[in-house]
């Protein structure tokens, strides 16, 4: 053989080692439990004009990059409520999600709501898991492919199995929640051929993560929500990561890879979480505008001050404070409320309407059941005086009352649903009191 065709031969023999082992960079940008926290904090912190900023400062000339929400985008705030969560979407539109799937919240207004989010999103919705009896899922598809850089990205969106603890059976409708785990390794399986790399981008409890992460290793990355803590490093098991943020839009994550696209895999990753501060970061002007002026239009319905707080008190402190709320407005012998059902803190100084909402967000009422005082045994270990033989009532959420046995440990029997809404109850107790201390 001449000099000339070894040469090429060797040059054909480099360029198919370089594409057996081609790497390529893939970024994804994510959030998660966002809960309509259009405006900053009292920090300033988070908000969608500042968010939006992080995103595009991080994205900005970026050919290799992926924004990703994973669920509860609505319910939280006054903005979510009174619109019933469509306002919230069409602000999320200027945030330019590549992807999102759905939260356990994104269902408190109910399927029908839900629907309307999916249709007025400019970016898709996947979850494969949410299904009628017929087996038709709730969103238009159970996953999406995305073509970032070369790579076939394809996104499964997956939600909790525990959903129905999570919500009202009433607002879920006709959907069920399929295995999560069996779910997305069959959907693995579809887009092998169809994609280069496999992201689950998840609503989920641990074990659902856990049962992903370990059972499905087609499955590189979990991009998930549910825990408002987030992860202070990724879950990592045999080189598959999980990573979730903060909630209430605070920070932002970042999850820069290396992908063998041959072997479809994860070669390498570095995450790092970049604060939504609204002291260092200018916020984008397009999305604060919209913010600013809906704001305006929300002001005079929930800035008005109801009462003074001495102090901050905290979310333990408010659930103690919701019991008494709801045990004056039925007369009933005991309140009970579920610890996740409060949201938010109430800051030291005046008490508005806001701060109440901020603190009970849903549309839940004020429900009372009787119980037998056996029945009561959590109420006896708080230091309650329990006779085993008598009839005791007990005012609750309507959500408790749907999950008395898993919430309360035990069942009682509910003896009206016409209640006021729990945060209505919040708001006349609180101009009663006027000074809380």
Same mark, same amino acid.
């Given at each position: 053989?001449?000099?000339?065709?070894?040469?090429?031969?060797?040059?054909?023999?480099?360029?198919?080692?370089?594409?057996?082992?081609?790497?390529?960079?893939?970024?994804?940008?994510?959030?998660?439990? &966002?809960?309509?926290?259009?405006?900053?904090?009292?920090?300033?912190?988070?908000?969608?004009?500042?968010?939006?900023?992080?995103?595009?400062?991080?994205?900005?000339?970026?050919?290799?990059?992926?924004?990703?929400?994973?669920?509860?985008?609505?319910?939280?705030?006054?903005?979510?409520?009174?619109?019933?969560?469509?306002?919230?979407?069409?602000?999320?539109?200027?945030?330019?999600?590549?992807?999102?799937?759905?939260?356990?919240?994104?269902?408190?207004?109910?399927?029908?709501?839900?629907?309307?989010?999916?249709?007025?999103?400019?970016?898709?919705?996947?979850?494969?898991?949410?299904?009628?009896?017929?087996?038709?899922?709730?969103?238009?598809?159970?996953?999406?492919?995305?073509?970032?850089?070369?790579?076939?990205?394809?996104?499964?969106?997956?939600?909790?199995?525990?959903?129905?603890?999570?919500?009202?059976? *009433?607002?879920?409708?006709?959907?069920?929640?399929?295995?999560?785990?069996?779910?997305?390794?069959?959907?693995?399986?579809?887009?092998?051929?169809?994609?280069?790399?496999?992201?689950?981008?998840?609503?989920?409890?641990?074990?659902?993560?856990?049962?992903?992460?370990?059972?499905?290793?087609?499955?590189?990355?979990?991009?998930?929500?549910?825990?408002?803590?987030? &992860?202070?490093?990724?879950?990592?098991?045999?080189?598959?990561?999980?990573?979730?943020?903060?909630?209430?839009?605070?920070?932002?994550?970042?999850?820069?890879?290396?992908?063998?696209? *041959?072997?479809?895999?994860?070669?390498?990753?570095?995450?790092?979480?970049?604060?939504?501060?609204?002291?260092?970061?200018?916020?984008?002007?397009?999305?604060?505008?919209?913010? $600013?002026?809906?704001?305006?239009?929300?002001?005079?319905?929930?800035?008005?001050?109801?009462?003074?707080?001495?102090?901050?008190?905290?979310?333990?402190?408010?659930?103690?404070?919701?019991?008494?709320?709801?045990?004056?407005?039925?007369?009933?012998?005991?309140?009970?409320?579920?610890?996740?059902?409060?949201?938010?803190?109430?800051?030291?100084?005046?008490?508005?309407?806001?701060?109440?909402?901020?603190?009970?967000?849903?549309?839940?009422?004020?429900?009372?059941?009787?119980?037998?005082?056996?029945?009561?045994?959590?109420?006896?270990?708080?230091?309650?005086?329990? $006779?085993?033989?008598?009839?005791?009532?007990?005012?609750?959420?309507?959500?408790?009352?749907?999950?008395?046995?898993?919430?309360?440990?035990?069942?009682?029997?509910?003896?009206?649903?016409?209640?006021?809404?729990?945060?209505?109850?919040?708001?006349?107790?609180?101009?009663?009191?006027?000074?809380?201390?």
């Amino acid at each position: 053989m001449t000099r000339e065709p070894r040469r090429a031969a060797a040059s054909i023999l480099l360029v198919a080692a370089a594409l057996a082992a081609e790497t390529r960079a893939l970024t994804i940008l994510h959030t998660n439990d &966002l809960h309509a926290r259009i405006s900053p904090d009292s920090d300033r912190q988070g908000g969608f004009a500042v968010l939006a900023a992080v995103l595009r400062k991080e994205t900005e000339g970026c050919n290799s990059c992926l924004i990703l929400n994973a669920g509860d985008l609505v319910q939280g705030t006054p903005a979510s409520s009174l619109y019933q969560g469509q306002l919230i979407f069409d602000l999320a539109n200027l945030l330019h999600f590549d992807a999102a799937t759905l939260g356990n919240h994104d269902l408190d207004y109910g399927f029908e709501r839900t629907r309307a989010f999916i249709k007025s999103a400019n970016y898709p919705i996947v979850s494969a898991n949410l299904a009628d009896a017929a087996g038709k899922l709730l969103t238009p598809e159970p996953y999406v492919i995305k073509t970032v850089n070369g790579i076939r990205v394809a996104i499964i969106g997956a939600m909790l199995t525990r959903l129905m603890d999570n919500s009202l059976r *009433s607002r879920v409708g006709p959907y069920s929640v399929l295995p999560v785990a069996e779910t997305v390794r069959k959907y693995a399986k579809e887009v092998r051929e169809k994609a280069d790399f496999l992201v689950v981008l998840g609503h989920l409890d641990a074990a659902d993560q856990t049962a992903i992460l370990r059972g499905v290793p087609e499955v590189q990355v979990l991009v998930t929500g549910h825990d408002h803590a987030g &992860l202070s490093a990724p879950d990592v098991y045999e080189g598959r990561v999980d990573v979730r943020v903060k909630g209430y839009g605070v920070e932002a994550g970042r999850l820069a890879m290396k992908v063998d696209v *041959s072997a479809k895999k994860l070669e390498s990753w570095n995450w790092h979480k970049i604060p939504v501060d609204g002291h260092t970061v200018k916020p984008a002007p397009d999305v604060a505008a919209q913010v $600013d002026a809906w704001e305006k239009k929300i002001a005079p319905l929930v800035d008005i001050r109801v009462g003074e707080a001495k102090r901050e008190f905290t979310r333990t402190e408010l659930r103690a404070m919701l019991e008494r709320a709801m045990v004056e407005i039925t007369k009933a012998d005991f309140g009970f409320m579920n610890a996740g059902g409060v949201r938010d803190k109430l800051p030291k100084g005046r008490i508005l309407v806001r701060d109440l909402w901020n603190i009970m967000p849903f549309e839940n009422q004020v429900v009372v059941a009787r119980f037998k005082g056996s029945q009561l045994g959590q109420f006896a270990k708080a230091g309650h005086a329990i $006779d085993p033989a008598r009839d005791y009532t007990v005012a609750m959420p309507d959500f408790v009352a749907e999950h008395q046995e898993a919430l309360i440990g035990a069942a009682g029997q509910v003896l009206s649903k016409d209640g006021p809404l729990v945060r209505d109850a919040l708001i006349e107790w609180v101009k009663k009191q006027r000074m809380l201390e």
